[in-house]
């Protein structure tokens, strides 16, 4: 398969992403990472899978990923600084960060 003949699944993959978050920009974001990934490793595609669910594959591990990536900076921005024996509860210290 060629890279332009992936090109013609764009839209597939973008309704795809979309149903997975909801958002138009975050499906725009992995389309075009699944399309670029797909184009990469086109060589790694053997055939024996229908090539839609080869991409939505792609497209699903992208959000995953994404999602994980997210939950990660979020846990780290709401982490509480660390508190030497104060006596000061976690949810104190939350209430106070923010």
């Known amino acids: 398969m060629k890279d332009e003949e992936l090109v013609a699944y764009y839209h597939d993959i973008y ?3 979309y149903s997975l978050s909801k958002s138009p920009h975050e499906a725009e974001d992995i389309a075009q990472e699944t399309m670029l990934k ?3 490793n086109i060589s790694s ?3 024996r899978k229908d090539i ?3 991409l939505f594959t792609i497209a699903r591990n992208i959000f995953y990923n994404k999602k ?3 939950k990660r900076i979020i846990l780290e921005e709401f982490s509480p600084s660390p508190i030497q ?3 000061i ?3 104190e210290t939350l209430v106070q960060h923010e």
């Open 38 to 40: 797909a184009i990469s």
């Open 85 to 87: 024996d104060s006596g």
């Open 45 to 47: 595609f053997d055939g």
């Open 52 to 54: 839609h669910a080869w």
């Open 68 to 70: 994980r990536k997210d």
């Open 15 to 17: 309704v795809y992403a």
């Open 89 to 91: 509860h976690f949810q």
